[in-house]
């Protein structure tokens, strides 16, 4: 395996790095979206509450391939917009993760005691200030742990960039296994790869966790 490691290591590096680079933009994106759409969850106007419930239902029902092939195969085919795996991947697992990301943060919401915009509008600020300065604060304190397990999951789900040619950790697991022919000691490495870099995570979420508690 060690040998195998070193003979492509190059290759391995190249998946290493778009896989990082992949969940990193994913990642940020999916948690704006996703708290914006939690918010909107929670306002008074039923016409956004229903916008948002409407997003979040049908991107958490839909499989993770659906969404990218989508931005992979149909959008290309009927609009002039062209996107690479990469591309398409990436686009595809924000909005696949920020569904849930959106349900967790709503939870975080509805946990904060409703006192708690009462007082901060009695005292001059508007929803938009209350919701910034004083519920989302309080609500991801709460949804630590959650949204920890939802960053986890959306590196292990990159792996559908091997789909779409995204030249990820997967695929180009994928070819070394082809080429050399040794395929446990090929996915034993991606999958120590992939443990490289969800381990920290879950760690770091752990400590953030009660750093905050």
């Known amino acids: 395996m060690f040998n195998l490691l070193s003979e492509n290591w190059s290759t391995f ?28 969850e929670t306002v008074p106007s039923k016409f956004w509450r229903g916008v948002a419930k409407v997003y979040v239902e049908i991107f958490r029902n839909i499989p993770l391939l659906v969404v990218t092939m989508v931005f992979y195969l149909v959008l290309p ?6 996107l690479t795996g990469f591309q398409a991947g990436t686009i595809g697992l924000s909005i696949y993760s ?20 009462e007082g901060a509008r009695s005292n001059g600020m508007t929803y938009w200030q209350a919701m910034r300065y004083v519920i989302l604060p309080q609500a991801f304190k709460i949804v630590i742990p959650a949204l920890g397990n939802q960053f986890v999951n959306l590196i292990k789900n990159s792996s559908i960039l091997a789909f779409v040619a995204g030249f990820d950790l997967m695929y180009q697991g994928d070819i070394v296994a082809s080429n050399t022919f040794q395929t446990i000691p090929s996915y034993v490495l991606v999958g120590i790869f992939y443990l490289i870099l969800t381990l920290p995570m879950s760690y770091y979420m752990q400590y953030l966790e009660k750093k905050t508690a």
């Open 77 to 82: 085919t009927y609009t002039p917009l062209k």
């Open 98 to 117: 920020s569904a849930f990301i959106a349900e967790t943060v709503r939870s975080g919401i509805n946990s904060v005691g409703e006192g708690q915009m």
């Open 13 to 40: 590096l190249l998946g290493f790095w778009n896989t990082i680079l992949c969940s990193v933009i994913a990642l940020f994106f999916s948690l704006v979206i996703g708290s914006g759409f939690a918010i909107l």
